[in-house]
């Protein structure tokens, strides 16, 4: 009989980018509630509570690294939630291509940051989980050019990632959500809009998604039973990739 290798994978510091608003804050009380400590970076002050926060504009690289860096040798991460973004809607002939490296300093580039920073960390003490908020945008939807360019590359990277680190018990992996009720949502998609009700109406579960129903994916590839699921992407759509 196949005996199953043994990680020193555990709960013990998980770190959320972007944590502190939406589906980020849903994310960081789920994984508190889960018994991890847990860290937020965050340009704002977060809804929730955390056991450290820093404010910190993740678009800065070199200001990411530095904090980056003091908090490997401070904290036992074995966690990581890249989940910081932003969208900048537009047709393709009105992208601005200023917006292109904007989102992705922001959405994609502090993710290679936090992760490079922590997986000697997670490799030192045995394991580790890499999860990525993306979107169910890679699949298409109109106006998300380089929102969803920044997505899409995201995936690739944790395929990426995923091949390179297994050996080390560290697993990458994306949760990439459908249309969510968070405030970002409501702000590109006017709740008194026709587009908006069409996008509610196309949903098979005949609802939005919250912010909870994410952070519950997001515990699944965290927990040290996932240790045999890596390079995947669940969409957390309420059934619209599906058709």
Known sequence: MNSVPETGYERRTALVTGGGRGIGA???????????????????????????????????ADATAELCRQLAEQEPVTCLVNNVGIVAPAKIE??????????MHINLRPSIIC????????KRL???????????????KELRTLYSATKGAAQSMARTWALELG?????????????IAT??????NPPDAPLTKEIIDG???KRLGTGEDVANAVSFFCAPEAGFVTGQ???????????
């Open 167 to 179: 050996a080390y018990g560290v697993t990458v992996n994306c949760v990439a959500p459908g249309p």
């Open 126 to 140: 045995g394991g580790g989980r890499v999860v990525m908020n993306t979107s169910r945008v890679t699949r298409g």
């Open 94 to 103: 009105d992208v601005a291509l200023p917006d292109l490296d904007r989102l």
């Open 26 to 60: 849903a994310i960081s009380a789920r994984l508190k509630a889960d018994g991890f400590r847990t860290i937020i970076l965050d340009i704002e002050r977060p809804d929730v509570d955390a056991d450290i926060f820093h404010r910190i504009d993740l678009s800065d």
């Open 183 to 188: 405030d970002a949502f409501w702000r590109n």
């Open 115 to 122: 992760t490079q920073s922590f997986l000697p960390v997670m």
């Open 233 to 243: 992407t669940l969409f957390v759509c309420g059934g619209v990739t599906v058709g």
């Open 203 to 205: 949903v098979p579960v």
